[in-house]
């Protein structure tokens, strides 16, 4: 009889248990709408500023040809108050600082202590170009992340300046240097929410299979089993089967049973930060 009356409540735990997951993942939903929300919101509030040069006195506000981007770059370099460079970049098939000079300088830069966060779309590990150009910098020292769809392409430098494409979302466009405090400040809490929320490519790690701990980052990025083979440089055959591996191994039948699976056992982050720890940080920094 006790027999019968456990198997009978066993199916009543499974379905709470499932119902209390879907509620913290509505939670989570929830949580991040309201960052999206705000970045919006904010980025919404600048953009009058930026298109009127009227609202913003000359002095912070220069406009830079295209083509003297990259020389500007260098020399705000040389003359930034020092602290964290903040990068968005949408494409490196071109734009400023491409050039073999810049690249060697910017990576000495890095080699001699300088610290650099950039953010690059999915789409840049689509092509062999794209990936020996991630693989380059990353070796250089640059922390990178990666999201669907960044915004448009800027560069913090410190807290003192920002150099951002004149037309939001058009990186052919000519550059701005930006120095009003308030906006410098409204594009490094852009850098900061977009950079918590997205996914880092880790290292291989030696405590894990061969790869697995890079599998696992592009399958978190969203990215097709095609894309993933082309970004490790192996075949879909053995993606597929790595994949399959994993979810034996943590008894699942899905892909989002794998990856809940994988966030439980701390082997997958938990996603954007919340808005408390975002606003802390930008107050620490607007401290500095």
Request: with cysteine; net charge negative; charged share 30%.
């Amino acid at each position: 009889m006790s027999d019968r009356t456990d198997g009978a409540r066993r199916p009543q735990e499974v379905i709470r248990h499932l119902e209390r997951l879907l509620d913290r993942e509505h939670q989570r939903l929830e949580v991040r709408r309201g960052e999206l929300s705000e970045v919006r919101e904010a980025v919404r509030a600048m953009a009058p500023l930026l298109s009127s040069p009227l609202t913003v006195p000359r002095a912070d506000l220069e406009i830079v040809p295209a083509e003297a981007a990259a020389d500007v770059i260098g020399q705000l370099l040389d003359d930034s108050d020092g602290g964290v460079i903040r990068n968005v970049t949408r494409t490196v098939d071109y734009g400023p600082g491409l050039e073999e000079e810049r690249i060697r300088d910017m990576q000495q830069r890095l080699a001699d202590g300088l610290v650099m966060r950039s953010i690059y779309p999915l789409s840049v590990l689509d092509t062999a170009a794209g990936r020996r150009w991630i693989a380059a910098w990353a070796d250089a020292g640059e922390e990178q992340r990666f999201v669907s769809d960044p915004p448009s392409e800027f560069l913090v430098i410190g807290t003192s300046t920002v150099l951002a494409c004149a037309e939001w979302n058009v990186p052919e466009s000519d550059y701005l240097v930006i120095r009003d405090p308030m906006l410098v400040q409204v594009f490094i809490a852009l850098h900061e929410a977009t950079y918590s929320a997205a996914v880092a490519l880790s290292p291989d790690n030696g405590d894990l299979p061969a790869g697995e701990a890079r599998l696992i980052d592009l399958m978190a990025l969203g990215l097709k089993d095609e894309a993933i083979a082309r970004t490790l440089g192996i075949s879909l055959r053995t993606i597929r089967r790595r994949i399959a591996d994993l979810m034996a191994e943590h008894g699942v039948e899905t892909r989002f049973q794998l990856g809940a699976a994988l966030h439980a056992r701390g082997r997958l982050e938990a996603g954007p930060v919340p808005l408390s720890t975002l606003r802390a940080r930008s107050e620490s920094i607007s401290r500095r």
